[in-house]
Each structure stands twice: as C-alpha cells, then as structure tokens.
C-alpha cells in the first residue's frame, strides 16, 4: 500500500511541476542609433566630424552605431568623395539610413 501512494505521489509531483507557467522577459534597447544599408566595402563614416570607421561594419546585421539623442550630421566618404551627406535628429531606437 505504501508503493501505490509513492507513485501515486512521484506522478502527481511530475505532473504539477511540468504545469507550472513559463515566462520571457525581453528588453528592449531604445537608446538611440543609426545603421547603414548598402555602404561601400571601404567607406568610411563621420558623425559630426569624426571618424567611426568602416561604413560596413554598422549594417545593423548585427552592429549599430549608437549615438546621443539629438542632432547629427552624418557624412559617407568613399576615398576622397562625399557618397552620403546629411544632417538627421534622433530621438529614440533606430534610424537606419540607406545608400544607393
């Protein structure tokens, strides 16, 4: 008699503990940031007047460029030419800016 009510006991633990609710707790960033889509291989981006590097590197798969809320004037050079000039605000999460 003693077995009958272990196992009865062991399967209703099994059961009640697999029923339990599960949970996913995400976080989003909503710093602000920009991403560059379709920059040449050997561009190079300024963000008010410095460098940040190759262009490439922030396509958002998965890199982006975060920055201060605020106004910015981007700038893309590929060698000596201006491919991209603009001044954008950013508030919040992401701006992603797109060559042609």
Not at 8 to 19: D, P, Q, T
């Amino acid at each position: 008699m003693k077995i009958k009510h272990l196992c009865i006991g062991a399967i209703l633990v099994c059961i009640f503990s697999c029923a339990m609710p599960a949970t996913t707790v995400k976080t989003v960033d909503t710093r602000p940031s920009i991403s560059i889509t379709g920059a040449p291989l050997d561009s190079i981006l300024y963000v008010d007047g410095i460098s940040m590097g190759n262009a490439i590197q922030y396509n958002g798969h998965p890199n982006i460029l975060i920055i201060e809320p605020g106004t910015h004037k981007i700038l893309i050079k590929d060698g000596n030419d201006v491919i991209y000039q603009q001044t954008i605000f950013v508030e919040s999460e992401l701006k992603n800016i797109i060559l042609k």
